[in-house]
């Protein structure tokens, strides 16, 4: 079992992935920090708790994370997506007053697991970059990797036509990650389109009352869906973008990695697209300009990601326990 710090705005999709993290038998979750993103920071930080409580595991720690993107700008969030709250029809019945964790004492955090620990990031990047700009690389490198949801390489955007939205939400953080990580990982929309999890998946996850989270997941699923249908007419079920990328930790096996340098564009005319070199020859320079390699997800089993996620979301965990 790995241990697991998610950066996470929840949001449909990046709720499901926190669900499937807690419920996986190879995730150790030890932290989530909540940042803006799909919904604001604070109602981001609420559906964490919400999650985490009635998972029984009130005891992961919650980090406030970023609020705005690095260059200050006003934010666009997407509740024709992810619902008025992130969690679809949901109304989340949690209002955190009490005060968080530090956002600093993710350095403890840190030092403590070091090298057993892996960073995922399935939001915006600004949390991540401002742990960098805060602890410094030195701290921040220690962890044994970091898997990020982000970038559309060769192939259509998704908030413009060049740009992923996790990248052109802040892609100040995004190219910083790209200067700064090392061990990085990344899972773009050529994989995460096709992560569809479709009405036939989701009729069996809710077939039972496996666990504590089961009688979310079909109101959340509909309204997502709902909302990929009309931004995709015809397609079955809709692409959870953030799920695909937990089983890229868990299921390396079942990616097809590439390495390659990669940046993230700050300029106003291709803001966020996600810039490599694919030409076999050419592309040293590119290197040099970067500086290091990343790992790129460009392919993977869709079938063995269906296994993967109806069998998780179907644990009867002990762990799980109903409020
Ligand atoms: C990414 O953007 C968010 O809206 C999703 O949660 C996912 O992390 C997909 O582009
Ligand atoms: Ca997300």
Same mark, same amino acid.
């Given at each position: 079992?790995g241990?697991?710090? $998610? ?14 993290a807690l419920?996986?038998p190879d995730?150790e $979750?030890?932290g #989530? ?6 919904v ?30 690095l ?12 619902g ?21 004492d ?7 697991h070091g090298?057993?620990l892996?960073?995922?990031? #399935?939001?915006?990047l600004?949390?991540?970059a401002?742990?960098f ?28 036509? $060049? ?25 773009p929309l ?22 504590a989270?089961?009688?979310?997941i ?36 079942n ?5 390659k ?10 803001r ?20 290091q390699d ?15 996620f ?7 965990s002990?762990? #799980?326990?109903?409020?």
């Amino acid at each position: 079992m790995g241990k697991v710090l $998610l950066f996470t705005d929840p949001g449909i999709d990046d709720s499901m992935a926190i669900m499937f993290a807690l419920l996986h038998p190879d995730v150790e $979750l030890v932290g #989530v920090v909540s940042g803006y993103g799909n919904v604001e920071q604070e109602q981001a930080t609420d559906n964490v708790v919400y999650l985490l409580r009635l998972a029984g595991r009130d005891d992961i720690p919650v980090f406030a994370g970023a609020k705005f993107p690095l260059s200050g700008e006003l934010v666009s969030y997407y509740p024709e997506i992810h619902g008025e709250e992130g969690l679809g029809p949901i109304e989340v019945p949690v209002e955190i007053e009490e005060e968080l964790l530090n956002f600093t004492d993710l350095f403890d955090l840190i030092e403590e697991h070091g090298n057993d620990l892996t960073i995922i990031d #399935v939001g915006r990047l600004t949390s991540l970059a401002m742990a960098f700009i805060l602890g410094g690389e030195e701290i921040m490198n220690q962890v044994n990797g970091i898997f990020l949801m982000g970038g559309a390489f060769l192939v259509p955007g998704n908030v413009t036509p $060049l740009a992923e939205a996790n990248f052109h939400g802040d892609p100040i953080a995004a190219n910083l990650i790209m200067e700064r990580a090392e061990n990085v990982a990344i899972v773009p929309l050529n994989v995460t389109e096709y992560a569809i999890v479709t009405d036939e998946m989701i009729n069996e996850v809710t077939s039972q009352e496996f666990n504590a989270f089961t009688p979310l997941i079909e109101p959340i699923y509909e309204f997502y869906s709902e909302a990929y249908g009309r931004l995709v007419p015809g397609i079955n079920g809709a692409p959870f973008h953030d799920v695909v990328t937990i089983t890229a930790y868990t299921n390396p096996a079942n990616f097809t990695f590439i390495e390659k340098p990669v940046s993230v564009s700050v300029e106003p005319e291709t803001r966020g697209q996600s810039i490599s070199d694919f030409r076999p020859e050419k592309a040293e320079d590119f290197e040099e300009e970067v500086g290091q390699d990343h790992w790129l997800a460009m392919d993977f089993n869709y079938s063995e990601f269906a296994r993967e996620f109806t069998e998780t979301m179907t644990t009867r965990s002990g762990e #799980v326990e109903n409020e």
